[in-house]
Structures are given as C-alpha cells and as structure tokens.
C-alpha cells in the first residue's frame, strides 16, 4: 500500500486502463497488478460509466505505484508527460524499446523517446548518456548530443564514439 505521502501517477484512459496495465506489467521486472475497481450505479448520472465496467487500476512497475483510470474521452495522454527507463546496457535498451513498440501504431520519436500503443510516451535511457551529457559545454558532450539528436532508438557504441571523438 502507498504511504500517504507517495506520488502515485495516474493515466487517464477512454476504456483501456485494465490493458495498459496488464500490458506494462508485463513489459517490466518486479511489476504487478495491485487492485481493481469498478464503477457502481451511483453517481451513473455523472460518470456514465455501466455498473461493473472497470474504474480504477493500481499497479507497481519495478516497484513504483500507478494508476490507471478508465476516465473518458474528454482527455487524451500526450507527449507533454513521459516516463524515463534507465537502462545500463544496449541489451536492456534494445529489450525496451521492442516491448513498448509492439502491438499497435506506434511513434518512434527521436533521442530515445516513443509513444507505445495507448498514447503513453517513454524515453529509453542509457544511463552512460547522462554522464555523457554532465558538461553541456566540454566538446565530448556536445559530440554526443550531436550524435543522440540523429538517433530514434538510443545506441551507446555510437554515443561513446561520438563522446570520443
């Protein structure tokens, strides 16, 4: 159970909440289903949910709370909020950046973000680009933002090179 002082993020969803979070549970380690609520005849007038529909999903992805809400089309997920991986391998980005890209139109967007089938934006992250990009002034870094900047899917041989010179 979350402590009260937790930051939990919601995903709205028009429906699909139950599959986005069975589908990213089954994307990350240490990940689980916690709860399922549905919506009931009160406050139908307002909602306009059918009784029994599926309100509220909570799960945990490698531990870390969220919940999915089968809200409503009045909103929609968009680019503005994404969710970091941090990966400490080629293999962990490339396992990543597969599973989110399966099953569905999918926008591959550049410098290690995309947006899966549900509309949820993610940026896949070598943890070594972090420590690439530290001194935004060095030439190192700015060789490897170069090189980062041409790339969809993030590949850390050719970051290091670029780093390298």
């Known amino acids: 159970m979350a402590s009260i002082n937790q ?10 909440a139950e599959d986005a979070a069975n ?3 089954g994307i990350f380690d240490n990940s689980k289903i916690t ?3 549905h919506y009931s ?4 007038e307002y909602h306009g ?3 029994g529909t599926v309100l509220m999903v909570s799960f945990e992805l490698n531990g870390q709370p969220f919940t999915a809400m089968n809200g409503g089309p009045q909103f929609r997920i968009n680019e503005a909020i994404s969710f970091q991986v941090m990966c400490e391998s080629q293999q962990e980005v490339d396992r990543f950046w597969s599973k989110l890209t399966e099953g569905g139109p999918v926008e591959a967007q550049q410098c290690g973000w ?3 089938k549900f509309g949820v934006s993610w940026q896949i992250v070598p943890s070594v680009m972090i420590e690439m990009l530290k001194d935004a002034a060095s030439p190192k870094a700015q060789r490897a933002m170069s090189a980062m900047m041409q790339m969809k899917k993030l590949d850390i041989a050719e970051l290091q090179r670029a ?3």
Not at 7 to 16: A, R, S, T
Not at 41 to 44: I, L, N, R
């Open 7 to 16: 930051i939990v993020p919601c995903l709205w969803f028009d429906g699909q």
């Open 49 to 51: 949910h059918e009784p």
């Open 35 to 37: 709860q399922v609520s």
């Open 114 to 116: 995309l947006k899966d």
């Open 163 to 165: 780093y390298a010179g």
């Open 23 to 25: 589908y990213y549970v």
């Open 41 to 44: 005849e009160a406050g139908k």
